[in-house]
């Protein structure tokens, strides 16, 4: 049986992809976090496609990097504001897209331009990345995205796909993309931070609209470039995927 706070995050949740946001992204991700110290095995995070991606507020950044050598390598992308979508590709045959939600919207992630149908790779071959409309502002870029994806109809012109992770890869963040764009797929640009202390310095220039302005962004993810690093947070923390984290306003 589920909880009330697993219902009612399930409610904001499908409020939010129709276009109707009921709370802010910083109090959603907050009632997710409780919903995961409490209940850490419940249906909604059972059936998520995908672990989520929590917002960190300016002051908690050292909550992230708490543990990490000081030379850590990290990776910073922009965090495009659009749809998560997971596809499977079986044997080099583009089989499922999954959205955030669960939903298969495999008929509609085909018309996408970005996105091959096919690919020189034998058995389960899984990506995860972001559909957006580029040269929008960062929430009509997410409604878009999302009424694209919920229409009957649609060509999917104006509609692009960034692909910026590989599923259970021995890869790392680098290597995943630079596979990723060998196949075919458009990756996010990214930058290098050789020390934990630079994330601040990266994080002010994209506020200051210097670092990822061609992309519709609301904030900055911050990731560990280690495979081997990842797979040690992934076991430490449980659910949730402490290697990445989103920082916005």
């Known amino acids: 049986m589920s909880s009330y706070l697993e219902e ?21 991700d907050q009632l997710e976090k409780n919903l995961l ?9 059972t059936n998520k496609k ?6 960190l507020p300016k002051d908690q950044i050292e909550e992230f990097i708490e543990g990490l050598l000081p030379d850590t390598r990290l990776l910073i992308e922009p965090k ?10 079986r044997n ?18 085909a018309k996408i331009k970005d996105i091959p149908n096919q690919l020189p790779i034998q058995g389960i071959f899984q990506v ?9 502002t960062p929430n009509f870029s997410q409604r878009i995205a999302s009424g694209f994806l919920r229409a009957r109809e649609g060509s999917g012109e104006g509609i692009s796909f960034c692909g910026f992770q590989i599923l259970n890869s021995r890869l790392n963040q680098h290597e995943a993309k630079k596979h990723l764009k060998k196949l075919g797929f458009s990756t996010p640009k990214d930058v290098y931070c050789n020390f934990t202390s630079q994330v601040q310095i990266f994080r002010k220039q994209w506020l200051d609209k210097k670092l990822f302005s061609e992309y519709p962004t609301d904030g900055i993810v911050v990731k560990i470039n280690s495979r081997k690093l990842q797979l040690i947070r992934e076991k430490s923390y449980g659910t949730y995927a402490f290697w990445q984290m989103a920082i916005k306003f």
């Open 37 to 45: 110290r409490l209940y850490p095995n419940c249906d909604y995070f």
């Open 80 to 89: 495009i504001d659009g749809c998560a979508i997971a596809l499977q590709y």
């Open 92 to 109: 080099g045959n583009l089989e499922k897209a999954i959205s955030r939600k669960g939903t298969d919207v495999t008929s509609k992630i």
């Open 8 to 28: 009612r995050i399930k409610w904001y949740d499908d409020n939010y992809r129709s276009g109707n946001a009921l709370i802010t992204d910083k109090q959603f």
């Open 128 to 136: 995860r990345g972001e559909l957006y409309a580029p040269n929008r």
């Open 50 to 55: 995908s672990l989520p991606l929590p917002s």
